[in-house]
Every structure is written in C-alpha cells, then in structure tokens.
C-alpha cells in the first residue's frame, strides 16, 4: 500500500489507476470501515483511502484534540485489507492556509445532528469537496451510520453535478446490535452492555410503523422515555423521509428512524431504514 500525505505526491500516483473509488476517513478504524474498504473494491480498480482528522467539523466543546488517534494500526489494517492508496495528509498539507471557502449545505444541516453539533455539515461538506477535488474519484463510499452526512454529500455532489457515484454502506454491528463507531471506545463496560438499547428502541419504531402504527411522534416520544429512564440523555428520536430527511408525508414512502442519544459522556447516534 501507497501512503502519501501531499497532494502533488497522490496525484502523480493516482494518474493512470483506472477507475478510483474513494473511501474518506477520520482513523481509529473498527470493522466498519474495513466493510467500506471490501465493497469499494467492488466498484472500481483502485481503493484509495484517506486518513484525516477534520478540525472544521468539530465543535469548540467538543472532542477533535482527544479524538482517537491510532495511524499505525490503521494502516496495518487498510493495507490487510488490499487497499492499494492511504492519503494521509497533514493539517498543513490540506489547510495551509485559512479555509475562507467554505460549502453551505441547506437547511437540514441545522436539523437532527446539526442542531446539536452546530457548523457540522458545513466542516463536513467543505473537507469532503475538497477530497474528492485532491483525489478526483469516480466513485465514493460513506457508511449509512452516518445517515445525515451521506445525505448531504450525496445531494451535494447531484447539485453540484460531481462526476462522482455516492455509495452507501450498510452499518456493521456488534453482536448485540450496538453500530460500530470509534466513540464506543469511550464506553466503560457497563454502558457498553445498556449501549445496545438505542437501536432496540429504533427496532420498536420500525416494527410499531410496519405494523400500522401512524402517530410518529408518540412513537418518538416513547422512545425518547425509555432511554431517559435508563439514563441516557437524548438529543433526538426522529423518523423521516429517507430521501431528503424531511417529515413524512406519506407513511408508503422509505422512511428512517433515527437517534442520537447521550450515555454518560459518550454520544451515540444510530438509524434504522423503514
């Protein structure tokens, strides 16, 4: 495996590499990333991935110095698992000089996650442009975990008519069904046994919907007091449209139930296609 952290550098070396699908990361990886890694092989003739912590989409409370930093397991892991390009810049390599261009995403981008994580979207948004114009991919990947994100990078590169295919992939999860995610590192033993709760209240929602049930929003409040009453502190129990994450408006069309849900310090989110 490749391992670049300058733009010329990667360039030169993506030049002639067939079809290039692109899987963007922030490291610490879990197993969830390397089920991005597998499937993007799928899909074209070079895996390229990418290493970087993003301090535009962190908020000032929140972790981006204390983020789990682990790059050489990780590229022992992407290496194991045929990737053939990490990019793996520094600061200085991606912003060398202040970021003043930023990429608005709409409204949604100050709803469910953004909310809570004011400018989120935004940093997300800005970094991720600026990747896919570094790495010139014909196709991407971004795990459905992260629902809100890959709805916004993939109505980003529509409108923006990126020559770019948006992949989703499916969340991978423990055996108890806790999603995987870097943060669940955080997790003393105890919450990580109460950790899978989050996504047996989104399992009751989708069944309650499947089976005729219309009130979403009693569905979300309950919820909503299930995991308060365990201790959790909540952010949001939400079901939408899956397309654009707007409110339903018609209960026939693919929704999505979705969470995110405080335990202890730690902030899970989680999803549940209906």
């Not at 390599?93 to 003043?100: G, I, N, S, V």
């Not at 499916?170 to 590192?185: Q, Y």
Request: aromatic share 6%.
């Amino acid at each position: 495996m490749q391992i670049h952290s300058r733009i010329s550098e990667l360039r030169s070396a993506l030049i002639n590499r067939g079809r290039v699908v692109f899987v963007p990361t922030m490291g610490n990886l879990h197993a969830g990333h390397i089920s991005l890694m597998s499937q993007a092989r799928a899909h074209g003739d070079t895996v390229v991935a990418s290493i970087f912590v993003n301090r535009l989409q962190f908020g000032p409370h929140e972790d981006f110095d204390n983020y789990p930093r682990t790059f050489q397991a990780d590229c022992d892991k992407l290496a194991a698992a045929g990737v053939d390009v990490l990019f793996a810049p520094t600061e200085a390599d991606l912003y060398p000089e202040a970021q003043e261009y930023v990429v608005e995403p709409p409204a949604i981008q100050h709803e469910l996650d953004g909310e809570f994580r004011p400018g989120h979207f935004r940093g997300v948004a800005t970094v991720v442009l600026k990747l896919f114009n570094i790495v010139q991919p014909q196709a991407a990947l971004f795990g459905k975990k992260d629902y809100q994100q890959l709805m916004v990078i993939r109505n980003m590169a529509r409108q923006l008519a990126l020559p770019i295919d948006i992949l989703g992939g499916a969340t991978v999860r423990a055996e108890d069904g806790l999603a995987l995610s870097s943060r669940n590192g955080y997790l003393t033993p105890e919450q990580r046994s109460e950790a899978p709760r989050l996504y047996r209240e989104l399992n009751k929602i989708r069944d309650a919907i499947r089976s005729g049930a219309t009130d979403l929003a009693a569905l979300e409040r309950a919820a909503i007091a299930s995991l308060s009453e365990a201790g959790w502190q909540t952010d949001y129990v939400a079901v939408r449209q899956q397309s654009d994450l707007s409110m339903p408006k018609d209960l026939t069309a693919p929704m999505l139930a979705l969470a995110a849900s405080r335990l202890g310090k730690t902030r899970l989110i989680d999803n549940i296609e209906i």
